[in-house]
């Protein structure tokens, strides 16, 4: 199974200034198709993960601009550029490149 | 908007079946979508179960694949999971999720919409 690795496993944030977390998966992401199958989800107190990234760097609907996702291989990065209240909570990576699909540990978001 | 809802009994008995089903609406099941399960321990990180595609293809975590069974109702729009001999260690919030297929070139997006979960406890 790929084994991914987020880190750090908490970060404690001020409001209004950036985060960011890193996965590392222990082989490359990239598919036979070309695509690089890496997805962030985060996940609120009492509520079910909700998707923000996916392929890396796509934002999905409605997801504020302020999220951004890069990486490419074995080495990937979510930012939140200005975090605010409603961004606490636990994030996760995720690979979809091959079976099964598998989990970071979560890093948890919170503010000072 | 899609929405997900699981349903099942909240609490099975050691080395019995645990089974839930996952009702869509808002979209149908026979699109060209994945559907998933996905499971949470009390506290704990995520687990991905296996999937499904409304034809019937099937992928399992090799981890459960031995007790596990995910199958489609199209009349019906929902997916169900089944899982054998259960133990605590299977005691999580189960939930089902979809992959979702964008034409517009966005490929697959695991995962786009998830059910809110439903708690299962095993114990006698």
């Known amino acids: 199974d790929i084994v991914m690795t987020q880190t750090p496993l908490s970060s404690p944030v001020t409001l209004g200034q950036p985060a960011s977390i890193s996965c590392r998966s222990s082989?490359?992401?990239?598919?036979?198709?070309?695509?690089?199958?890496l997805s962030w989800l985060q996940q609120r107190p009492g509520q079910p993960p909700r998707l923000l990234i996916y392929?890396?760097?796509n934002r999905f609907s409605g997801v504020p601009d302020r999220f951004s996702g890069s990486g490419a291989g074995t080495d990937f990065t979510l930012k939140i550029s200005r975090v605010e209240a409603e961004d606490v909570g636990v994030y996760y990576c995720?690979?979809?490149?091959?079976?099964?699909?598998?989990f970071g540990g979560g890093t948890k978001v919170e503010i000072k | 908007q899609v929405q997900l809802q699981e349903s099942g009994p909240g609490l099975v008995k050691p080395s019995g079946t645990l089974s839930l089903t996952c009702a869509v609406s808002?979209?149908?099941?026979?699109?060209?979508?994945?559907w998933s399960w996905v499971r949470q321990p009390p506290g704990k990180g995520l687990e991905w179960i296996g999937e499904?595609?409304?034809?019937?293809?099937?992928n399992y975590n090799p981890s459960l694949k031995s007790r596990v069974t995910i199958s489609v109702d199209k009349s019906k729009n929902q997916v169900s999971l089944k899982l054998t001999s259960v133990t605590a260690a299977d005691t999580a919030v189960y939930y089902c999720?979809?992959?979702?297929?964008?034409?517009?070139?966005?490929?697959?997006?695991?995962?786009?919409?998830w059910g809110q979960g439903t708690l299962v406890t095993v114990s006698s």
């Open positions: 999720a979809r992959a979702g297929y964008y034409s517009d070139g966005g490929g697959f997006a695991h995962f786009d919409y």
């Open positions: 808002g979209g149908s099941i026979s699109s060209n979508d994945w």
């Open positions: 499904i595609y409304h034809g019937g293809s099937t």
């Open positions: 082989q490359s992401l990239v598919h036979s198709d070309g695509n690089t199958y």
């Open positions: 392929k890396v760097s």
């Open positions: 995720m690979q979809i490149a091959q079976f099964p699909f598998t």
